[in-house]
């Protein structure tokens, strides 16, 4: 089983990421599942804007479409800015709108039988509705969201300390990254057991 976690943090490598160190929990723990999880940060790639698969030449997003679906399990992980999904995660998902359209060999939606969650980080309040805007965009395009398949940090309303720079609140959010990853993991083989049929 594989795992595709895109980070889409605003920045480039090799910056520290708040949001990678947070979604490597959940990496681990899928790799205590035995499932081989390749990371991205979508930030150092080329995609252009756009809701095509295909943008033609200098385009970056066609590598990525191709690990999206040799994955059974999808993890976006963004921080918040401004209370919303950074910039970079509202262009991965206007690039995934095009899978809406493409269906595979039993005619399902090519999203189908495929599991996402996601992390969050920020020193800001709005947590809650960056998960519920990119939980409800993948559901859209047609993955299956676990219960609990997410987990954030932050330390409340107003600026403060980054991740990287605050141990409080790590236990909880690690807690919660590890039953994310474990929830995933469970949904995806059940899904693998028994696949959802071509809608209609």
Do not use: F
Request: aromatic share 4%; glycine share 8%; net charge negative.
């Amino acid at each position: 089983m594989k795992a595709l976690v895109i980070n889409c943090t605003l920045k480039e490598s090799p910056e520290p990421s708040n949001t990678e160190a947070l979604a490597d929990v959940v990496t681990e723990r899928l790799s205590e599942h035995g499932v081989e999880v390749a990371p991205v940060r979508a930030v150092d790639l080329a995609i252009a804007p756009g809701v095509v698969t295909d943008a033609g030449d200098g385009d970056a997003w066609l590598r990525v479409h191709d690990q999206l679906l040799e994955s059974e399990i999808l993890v976006i992980a963004s921080p918040t800015w401004l209370g919303r999904p950074s910039s970079v995660a509202q262009r991965v998902l206007e690039r995934m709108n095009a899978m809406m359209a493409e269906t595979d060999d039993a005619d399902r939606p090519v999203a189908y039988n495929r599991v996402a969650g996601v992390v969050v980080t920020g020193n800001e309040d709005g947590a809650h509705h960056v998960i519920s805007e990119i939980s409800g965009a993948l559901a859209d395009i047609g993955y299956t969201i676990p219960g609990q398949a997410w987990t954030y940090w932050h330390l409340g309303p107003g600026p403060g300390p980054d991740y990287l720079e605050e141990e409080r609140g790590r236990d909880w959010a690690h807690d919660t990254g590890r039953a994310m990853a474990d929830n995933l993991h469970g949904v995806a083989v059940a899904l693998a057991a028994l696949p959802l049929k071509a809608p209609g």
